[in-house]
């Protein structure tokens, strides 16, 4: 649970959209020739992402992105305004492609690499989200991903921080997740996997070995977070907050795709949060959320809702 001094406001999902192409092989992948496989493409982009379960989930959501003037930047936005989602301030940018992340998955389902191309997310500026200011002083909160620019995400938390509204953070990638270390103690909630939590404790860690998954969590409370999870894939969740800590197990699930599994787990506990669920019972729901995004070829699960996610909670 979180106080928010406007509980039943939107919530600003703040970062990149894009398309997503994500192929998995058939065997074994073999570097340098032309592996068999099977490719999709559908929307993604994490603040998307983050947008698109918050909105199933039943939360009333705000995207502020940006997208290229071309084909694949209209499909986006036409398909998040079809799911309710406010798309008023989506940026579209003359001259500019449209965000797009590839991905290749080994037999199992394991990424084998990852590309994403999302320089149009660079016109969200600090002047532009200016712009968007007032909407801070009615949200509920804000979630942000770290393709945002340094000093847009600076002003972010910043206009968040006047406004006092709780900041929910996806660390995105290892390369982008030190972003976030100037403003932990105005975060939330932040929601790392294994290797972005290592760089977010790796300035302050003082123990000779890197930390495991919950002590990395305890160890971000103990910077200022008020609450951090950190995602360890077949093994589940582990999570801290000032009142106590726990790890949850994952589901045992088919994977047919992990693209998507972690902004999931994300908005499901922003959403079970402002919606005063407990902790322990929110990561539940959240993990339960990211087992159903891996079992499906979407990069969000269609099928998401709060009652399905009780239906198989674990």
């Given amino acids: 649970m979180t ?12 970062g990149a959209s894009g398309i997503d192409i994500v192929g998995r092989s058939l065997a074994a992948v073999q570097p340098g020739v032309s592996n068999p496989g099977r490719l999709r493409i559908s929307h993604g982009g994490v603040a998307r992402n983050l947008a698109e379960n918050l909105q199933r989930l039943g939360a009333q959501t705000i995207l502020i992105t940006a997208t290229g003037d071309d084909f694949e930047g209209r499909e986006l936005v036409s398909q998040a305004a079809e799911l309710g989602v406010d798309i008023e301030h989506v940026l579209t940018i003359p001259g500019r492609q449209t965000g797009a992340y590839l991905a290749v998955l080994d037999a199992d389902g394991t990424l084998g690499l990852g590309l994403d191309d999302m320089q149009v997310t660079e016109a969200l500026t600090p002047d532009h989200l200016k712009t968007c200011e007032p909407l801070f002083t009615s949200a509920a909160a804000v979630v942000v991903d770290a393709n945002l620019p340094p000093k847009s995400l600076t002003a972010v938390i910043r206009m968040a921080r006047g406004a006092g509204i709780p900041v929910a953070a996806d660390p995105t990638s290892r390369s982008l997740a030190p972003r976030f270390l100037p403003h932990l103690k105005d975060l939330w909630l932040v929601s790392p996997n294994e290797a972005e939590a290592a760089m977010l404790c790796a ?3 003082k123990g000779d070995n890197p930390p495991g998954a919950l002590e990395s969590a305890r160890h971000l409370v103990s910077l200022g977070v008020q609450i951090a999870m950190v995602s360890r894939a077949e093994f589940g969740v582990s999570y801290a907050s000032a009142s106590g800590s726990g790890n949850v197990p994952a589901l045992k699930t088919e994977v047919l795709d992990p693209t998507g599994a972690g902004d999931a787990l994300l908005a499901t506990v922003v959403f079970a949060q402002l919606n005063d669920i407990p902790l322990d019972e929110a990561v539940r729901l959240g993990v339960t959320a990211a087992a159903l995004t891996l079992r499906t070829q979407d990069t969000v699960s269609p099928n998401l809702s709060l009652e399905r996610l009780y239906d198989e909670l674990i």
Wanted: proline share 20%.
């Fill in 3 to 14: 106080d928010t001094p406007n509980p039943e406001g939107p919530i600003l999902v703040i």
């Fill in 203 to 205: 300035d302050t860690w």
